[in-house]
């Protein structure tokens, strides 16, 4: 393959004639018969990039056209992990980057409120975190297609490693009593710096997409990239039992009943500090393995690939003129955007309002079993992620993000409540979180993500999933906050209404371009 492709530049005599190849062992004609078709045929393998130990795998009689064409989709969907240690560490980066979001959710809203916090500072407790990232995610898809993802998951790593440093100070008592003596809003301000700086160094989010979308085949880029959503899945959903088993740990009869405090208190390990300490320690530990066995992967610069259709000609369906300047290549993945703000954002209302609303609605609840319950269904939810090779047999990525935001809006439906709290069944809530968390989020967000994936597979992939990844924390961002001041001064159940009318609109156009998202 490597021999024919160098023919293309360096041989006077034409390597795609037919007088030029060997006759087929399975006597297949020549399937190529004008000019326009070989000059299509030679763009096409030209742009096939094969890598030396790529080449050196696919031994024996590939000089043939046909082999050689064929071998941009088979060799492909054969392609395992080369570097699997590598890949570990990445799935290792994912997963602390948003444990750092979910160990700390049982406890950040009782954290808040004994730091003189209310559901608006909540609101902006939560969505700080995703703020960190709007801001770094972009850099960071850049700084990875320049610098390359070592030094990128590095730098990311130290930051999220000074974040949770800044969160322990947050949640130490001897530093809050010195901080609201100073100011009373000190405390409060200090926490939402820990959460932004480790938003900061969890925005790696495009970088690691970036990295298995380009190790695996484009036609099992939605399995692959549910695997990696599975593991982020795990981060702030299924972590949340971490911080409940710290919670358990420091009540009456645990095993650090009342924690612990060295140096006159300003070392503390309680309910609060604990998830900090042990993101720390992990943090460190990924650093190390970055930094020693993680093997840099370069990555090979790529122009922008403009299909052609080898039997008419005619211009990709993609960069058609929709709407002035933009083509329908834009505005599908605009639309892609949006379907990522309205799911995250959906998501984060949960982790703004969740805790609260149990412990307000439910005599029985706290935030040790709230935590249980999210762990639970999350723990589920990464069961269907795992899946979702499966599920791609049998239904297409618009079926299943339809569907998956459906179940969405029904679960939402379930926690709408105007009456009198002492009617509302607990039921309702677990089979709420359950609809969201294992079924109706993981399922239609991963295959937002995995349609994305597909439509920008010929461009550059590292800047565009970083912006990808920008707008859903950037809805991490502004959902936490509308919902802190609507369920402040309107309720719970109107911040619900509005989620409902967010996911069925983005199911309503999702259903209506369903054909164009298809052919892209």
């Given at each position: 393959l490597s021999k024919a492709k160098n023919n293309l530049d360096t041989s006077p005599r034409d390597p795609f004639s037919p007088t030029e190849l060997r006759p087929s062992p399975s006597g297949m004609p020549w399937p190529f018969k004008s000019n326009d078709k070989v000059s299509a045929a030679k763009n096409l393998a030209g742009e096939i990039e094969l890598e030396k130990d790529e080449a050196n795998e696919l031994q024996g009689d590939a000089v043939e056209t046909t082999s050689l064409l064929s071998s941009s989709t088979s060799s492909t969907s054969t392609r395992t992990v080369k570097d699997p240690v590598s890949f570990l560490v990445v799935c290792l980066t994912i997963l602390i980057g948003d444990t750092a979001r979910g160990v700390m959710f049982?406890?950040?809203?009782?954290?808040?409120?004994?730091?003189?916090?209310?559901?608006?500072?909540?609101?902006?407790?939560?969505?700080?975190?995703?703020?960190?990232?709007?801001?770094?995610?972009?850099?960071?898809?850049?700084?990875?297609?320049?610098?390359?993802y070592k030094p990128t998951l590095t730098k990311s790593l130290s930051t999220l490693l000074l974040g949770t440093l800044i969160y322990v100070a947050a949640s130490t008592p001897a530093v809050s009593s010195h901080l609201a003596a100073i100011h009373p809003f000190a405390p409060i301000f200090l926490l939402v710096?820990?959460?932004?700086v480790m938003g900061l160094g969890s925005g790696t989010l495009g970088v690691t997409r970036a990295y298995v979308a380009e190790i695996t085949p484009r036609d099992k880029r939605t399995a692959w990239l549910s695997y990696l959503t599975a593991v982020q899945y795990s981060g702030f959903t299924v972590m949340p039992v971490v911080g409940s088993f710290f919670c358990r740990a420091v009540k009456e009869g645990g095993v650090m009943e009342g924690g612990r405090d060295f140096f006159g208190g300003y070392i503390s390990f309680n309910e609060f500090s604990m998830p900090a300490w042990f993101m720390a320690v992990l943090s460190a530990i990924t650093l190390i393995l970055t930094r020693t066995v993680f093997k840099d992967r370069k990555r090979a610069a790529k122009s922008p690939k403009k299909a052609v259709d080898l039997e008419s000609g005619e211009a990709d369906f993609a960069d058609d003129l929709i709407l002035g300047s933009l083509t329908r290549f834009d505005i599908t993945i605009l639309g892609c955007m949006l379907l990522n703000v309205a799911t995250k954002g959906s998501i984060a209302v949960y982790e703004t309002l969740a805790v609260n609303f149990s412990v307000s609605h439910f005599v029985n609840f706290d935030a040790e079993k709230a935590g249980f319950v999210v762990s639970s269904c999350g723990a589920m939810g990464v069961v269907a992620l795992l899946c979702m090779g499966l599920l791609g047999k049998c239904f297409s990525d618009v079926q299943m993000i339809t569907g998956g935001m459906i179940v969405m809006c029904f679960g939402t439906g379930l926690l709408v409540h105007f009456g009198d709290h002492l009617h509302f069944g607990e039921y309702r809530f677990s089979a709420?979180?359950?609809?969201?968390?294992?079924?109706?989020?993981?399922i239609g967000h991963t295959a937002v993500i995995g349609i994305f994936s597909k439509i920008v597979s010929t461009r550059p992939q590292g800047a565009l999933l970083g912006y990808f990844a920008s707008a859903g924390s950037l809805a991490r961002m502004f959902f936490p906050i509308l919902a802190g001041y609507v369920a402040q001064y309107e309720g719970n159940?109107?911040?619900f209404c509005v989620l409902i009318v967010v996911l069925g609109t983005a199911t309503a156009i999702v259903a209506i371009n369903r054909v164009t998202l298809a052919r892209l």
């Open positions: 049982p406890t950040l809203w009782l954290l808040n409120k004994s730091l003189g916090g209310d559901k608006i500072t909540q609101g902006y407790a939560v969505a700080s975190f995703s703020g960190g990232r709007v801001l770094m995610s972009p850099v960071l898809g850049k700084m990875s297609e320049t610098l390359g710096t820990a959460q932004v709420a979180i359950f609809l969201l968390y294992s079924i109706g989020y993981p159940s109107i911040m």
